[in-house]
């Protein structure tokens, strides 16, 4: 009798390679679950926690038909990221270890995830942005009448660029700390002049006298945000022309943003629309206070103002109690405090 030696295939339709992964991956996570019970049984405290959740997408952002249909609303919220920014992240470049990348390479979970991801992101259409500007001209939130409160306002991400005053990259965040700024992005001519319509010589003359009269405590940052190689290439030919139009002492504050700003941060900081021109009101720890999109609307110019007055009166105030330092802006609070002082 002829013995046939059949060849062994998992039930779930994978590979051996990939079923002996999986196998491992569960018992690593069956493991993990028995070391680190669930933490609603646990009779430990709480960790403290400086900000809320960061304000996700799904906030703002609304089907065609509801913002087709319904007028736009204020921020009610603050938008951010929850931890504070430092120099060197989001720089898009890949600094993990071989080792490291190897051990990642051979994480199902992190394949799942990526998988997702690429996923979600052939599903979006490419026009998306240009079709949602027919939708409120593309404006994607009104901005708050009044600025967020210090002790809730979550943090403005660093990001890498090359100036017009250097060729090497550069991060934003040592130019944003101890000083409040207003930070412009843009991605295209359009945009630029959306962003002008909030703070500009021509549509908001108060905010320029606020600026001058603070003696260098307000600046207005610019980021030119430019993903694409054939846009990135243009833009090269035409930085002198840039160079030329912008005063030479903003040269320092006017970025050239390649890569690192993800989906992620995107969605955390309100910025839906590629296309559209955005404004954020920063303080001295980095942190978003005031937040606009598209067009300037009636009121959102003098909410821009009086949340700018407010910031310098409290710089002022820190200044004098001696709060001001060159360590400001790099997140640490009062709940830092607490918890080094808890540990």
Known sequence: MLLIRRRWRPTNGLCLFCHTRKLNTASTTASTKEKNP?????????????????????LIRRDRKDRKAKELQPLNRPIGLPHPPQPGENSGIDTRRWRQRWHDFLNYDQ??????????????????DWTDLQYHKGKTFLSPPKI????????????????????SETDTTPIFRNKI??????????????????????????????IRKSEGVVQKVDINVEEEVMRSWLLKLFLPYVRRKTAKEN???????????????????GLLNAKVGYVYLLDADCKIRWAGSGVAQE??????????????????????G??????????IDAVTVLRAAAG
Not at 38 to 58: F, N, Q
Not at 148 to 167: E, M
Not at 322 to 331: L, P
């Open 299 to 320: 009121g959102e110019r003098e909410g821009l103002v009086r949340g700018v007055r407010r910031l310098v009166e409290d710089w002022k105030k820190r200044k004098e």
């Open 111 to 128: 394949h799942l995830a990526r998988r997702k991801m690429l996923a979600d992101r052939i599903s979006t259409p490419y026009f998306r």
């Open 251 to 269: 040269h320092g504050r006017y970025f050239v943003v390649r890569r690192g700003l993800t989906d992620e941060i995107t969605d955390a900081i």
């Open 181 to 210: 700024s207003i930070v412009r992005i843009f991605s295209g001519t359009w945009a630029i002049r959306q962003c002008a319509s909030f703070a500009s010589v021509e549509h908001n003359p108060i905010l320029e006298d606020v």
């Open 148 to 167: 967020f409160r210090g002790d809730r306002a979550l943090y403005f991400p660093n990001l890498r660029g090359r100036t017009l005053a250097q060729r």
């Open 38 to 58: 669930d933490p609603s049984t646990s009779t430990t405290l709480p960790a403290l926690t400086s900000t809320p959740p960061s304000t996700p997408a799904h």
């Open 322 to 331: 001696g709060e001001v330092s060159s360590t400001s802006g790099t997140g």
